[in-house]
């Protein structure tokens, strides 16, 4: 099997194409949290707080001389980045758990029973003969 035909039936595994459209749409699912965690969520917050906004927290390490840019160490981005995760984690949490839940209501369905096919009513007819 040559090193291209290994790699397409690796490729078109259907967990392979699963995975990748999770990828794609977990990264649009980051940015939409992300934005509504900076945009919408963090700037009442900031307000609460005394009108401080998040990105601008910082401890200057360095003072700024001339050209050279001061050397900071920005907790505030920190800070909404942890909350860009928590909400994030939530919200995958809540879609498996409700992913989950519909699982088990498919797994507790009661299935229908099998309709035997024609040769099978037939093969059942000529045994219920023969026995008797």
Do not use: C, W
Not at 15 to 29: P, Q, R, S
Not at 91 to 99: L, N, P, Q, R, S
Request: a negative charge; hydrophobic letters at 55%; charged letters at 20%.
């Amino acid at each position: 099997m040559s090193m291209m035909s290994e790699f397409k039936s690796f490729a078109m595994r259907g967990n392979v194409m699963d995975m990748a459209v999770g990828i794609v749409i977990g990264a649009a699912f980051g940015k939409i949290v992300s934005s509504f965690v900076s945009d919408v969520l963090m700037p009442p917050l900031g307000m609460l707080m005394g009108g401080m906004d998040f990105s601008d927290l910082a401890f200057v390490l360095k003072e700024a001389s001339g050209e050279v840019t001061a050397v900071t160490l920005n907790y505030g981005m920190f800070i909404q980045t942890v909350l860009d995760f928590v909400i994030i984690a939530f919200a995958i949490f809540m879609v498996v758990k409700a992913m989950n839940r519909l699982k088990k209501k498919e797994e507790a369905a009661p299935s229908l029973p099998e309709i035997p096919s024609a040769e099978v009513k037939l093969l059942t007819e000529i045994r219920d003969a023969l026995n008797k």
